[in-house]
């Protein structure tokens, strides 16, 4: 638990450089889009992610692999020279959590609230777009919707803004069961 806290801190303070550097240089939105181009990486790539969290590899090999992959996908020059900053530093295995630091503090920045859904299968368009109404009404502000499927979530809804989350999953619902169950 506490490697989990450690490396939320790293990423939340290199996602706050990256943020004020951005800033300072006028592209806060072409870093937004090319970490968002890279979450969907990370995502989509199972050896990117292996590579990211195996401390098999070395910082230099991370650094070689993350600037390439800046390359081959065209990444401005900010992101780039980030991505090899932090390879370099040992902190390749954050990307993830600096990715999402770096997005609550652009939504943050612009006014938006950031909100992570989870659903055991893909949300349709009237879903997605009552979600958004629901939250929106919540919460007074407009959100920034990230969805993500997690089929071990069984059914229902988890919503996550900031460090609130809204947990109305069928998982959780069996799991205070089996709590209830278990003192009784």
Known sequence: MADDSKASNVGERYAQALFDLATEQNQLAAVEADLKSLKAMIADSRDLRVLLASPAFGSDDKTKALLALADAAKLGATTRKFLGLLASNGRASALSAVIASFEALSAKARGAVAAEVVTAVPLTDAQAKGVAAALRQALGRDPEISTRVDPAILGGIRVKVGSRLFDASLKS????????????
């Open 173 to 184: 619902k069996l799991d205070q069961m089996k709590f209830a169950l278990k003192r009784a």
